[in-house]
């Protein structure tokens, strides 16, 4: 079995105890960050072997992994933080097994992108997830796309390019458009600001360096 297991996000708390009890219990734990996963599985007491699975070795390590899985092991994926296959490896993984007819389950927890989306204030449905925008080619038609839509949407933004997305947001969807920025979601400064897009850029202006992850969600057309 397969077991998709999704790790805190902030908050070292935000785990089941059925996800604690399936890294105890399988064969290895495919990691996309080891130092991270390391530093989880020490605070549980969990000794466990971690391999890396991450963006750049993923497509080599399939075989063996399906190869495992055939044969008959357990094996947990796990991203850095939150649910594996969101902004993070999973996917190819999960689409061969489903096409090899392997099995297995996702375990429900942290995703930022929900935190962010069930406490905004804009409504929870319908909505679009973006994920990360394109650094370069193709950034401003998935910009143009989104502002478009009738439907809330959800980003996932770095803390370097907040305030260029911001700009580039008010550019497509005006300033007036409601949105709410998350930052630093489960954790100590968690900050959830609910303003219209011009007065977010304008706050983050006059922040300087900002810090922390965030997710932006921007109420539809
Ligand atoms: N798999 C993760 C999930 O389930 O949310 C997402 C991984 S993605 C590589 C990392 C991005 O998620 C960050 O750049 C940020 O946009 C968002 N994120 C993750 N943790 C967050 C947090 N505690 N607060 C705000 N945003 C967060």
Redesign the pocket.
């Given at each position: 079995m397969l077991y998709l297991v999704?790790t805190p996000?902030?908050d070292l708390e935000d785990i089941t105890y059925r996800a604690l009890r399936v890294l105890r219990s399988v064969d290895y734990i495919l990691s996309?960050d080891t130092r991270t996963t390391q530093f989880l599985l020490q605070h549980y007491q969990i000794s466990k072997e971690t391999r890396s699975f991450h963006d750049f070795n993923e497509h080599g390590r399939l075989p063996a992994v399906l190869a495992d899985l055939k044969s008959g092991k357990n094996i947990a994926l796990v991203?850095?933080?939150?649910?594996?296959?969101?902004?993070?490896p999973g996917f190819l993984l999960v689409r061969a097994c489903r096409q090899e007819d392997l099995p297995l389950t996702v375990l429900p927890g942290?995703?930022?992108?929900?935190?962010?989306l069930v406490g905004s204030g804009i409504p929870t449905e319908p909505f679009h997830f973006e994920?990360?925008l394109p650094h370069k080619k193709g950034r401003q038609t998935r910009l143009k796309y989104l502002s478009g839509l009738d439907c809330t949407f959800i980003?996932?933004?770095?803390p370097h390019r907040i305030l260029r997305c911001l700009e580039e947001l008010i550019t497509h969807c005006g300033p007036e458009r409601p949105s709410a920025v998350?930052?630093?979601?489960?954790?100590k400064f968690?900050e959830v600001r609910t303003a219209n897009l011009g007065d977010q850029k304008k706050y983050f202006e006059n922040e300087g360096v900002v810090k922390?992850?965030?997710?932006?969600v921007v109420s539809g057309r």
């Open positions: 999704p996000i902030g996309e991203s850095e933080a939150g649910m594996p296959g969101i902004s993070d942290p995703c930022a992108l929900i935190n962010a994920g990360f980003l996932y933004e770095s998350c930052r630093e979601l489960t954790k968690e922390g992850e965030f997710v932006v």
